[in-house]
Every structure is written in structure tokens, then in C-alpha cells.
């Protein structure tokens, strides 16, 4: 059973910094595109981050350089960086990864995502 465990939310003061990041559990053939999403209260859930396994990488355009998604393959991770922390970026994160494992009828690939974890940011 494949799982993805976000860990590094938390409170923290507008400007401050945040580094989330993410695990993976399971047997993984192999883990394509990651990413970050995030869901405040009463939105819809959107994407900050996503990175390839060759390390390429897009963000959404209210991240302005702020963040950094980065991914270890040897270790099956992937992070996010935040700094400059607006309030606006308060919201639940969420890992996300395509992931190849192995069933009977072959090599499959699914869509998996963690359980989130909260960032505040307030004063």
C-alpha cells in the first residue's frame, strides 16, 4: 500500500519560512511528476509546485520566487521550501505524486496524495 506523509506545517509569523516536505511508503516501481497543492477554507484546491523526476520544474504565479519544491529519487521525497510567508498563504498542503507500482496485471500507473498539513500564517 503506497502512502504519502506531508510533515513541516505549522504556525508561523508573516515573512517567516516553512520547509514541508514529503514520504513516501510502499513498493514503488518508480515515481514520476510531484508536487505541492494547497486548499484554503471555502477554495478550491490548487497547485503551488510540481516537479518532474528529471528535476523540471513549474510554479503558480502567486509563489513569485518565494518557494522552492525540490525532490530527492534516491530517497522517494519531495519538498517545498516557502519563505516570505504571506497570510494569504495559509492553507492545508498537499502532496501529491504519479506513482508506478506493480499489480498483476502489470506495471500501473496511480495518482496518489497525502493527508495534508497545515500552514498558518499569522501575527
Known amino acids: 500500500q503506497v502512502q504519502l506523509v506531508e510533515s513541516g506545517g505549522g504556525l508561523v509569523q508573516p515573512g517567516g519560512s516553512l520547509t514541508l516536505s514529503c514520504a513516501t511508503s510502499?513498493?514503488?516501481?518508480?515515481?514520476?511528476?510531484m508536487g505541492w497543492y494547497r486548499q484554503a477554507p471555502g477554495k478550491q484546491r490548487e497547485l503551488v509546485a510540481r516537479i518532474t523526476r528529471g528535476g523540471s520544474t513549474n510554479y503558480a504565479d502567486f509563489v513569485k520566487g518565494r518557494f522552492t519544491i525540490s525532490r530527492d529519487n534516491a530517497k522517494n521525497t519531495v519538498s517545498l521550501q516557502m519563505n516570505s510567508l504571506e497570510p494569504e498563504d495559509t492553507a492545508v498542503y498537499y502532496c501529491?505524486?504519479?506513482?508506478?507500482?506493480?499489480?498483476?496485471?502489470?506495471?500501473?500507473?496511480?495518482?496518489?496524495w497525502g493527508q495534508g498539513t497545515q500552514v498558518t500564517v499569522s501575527s
Open positions: 510502499g513498493v514503488i516501481l518508480s515515481i514520476n511528476a
Open positions: 501529491n505524486a504519479f506513482i508506478t507500482i506493480w499489480e498483476h496485471v502489470g506495471p500501473q500507473t496511480r495518482d496518489y
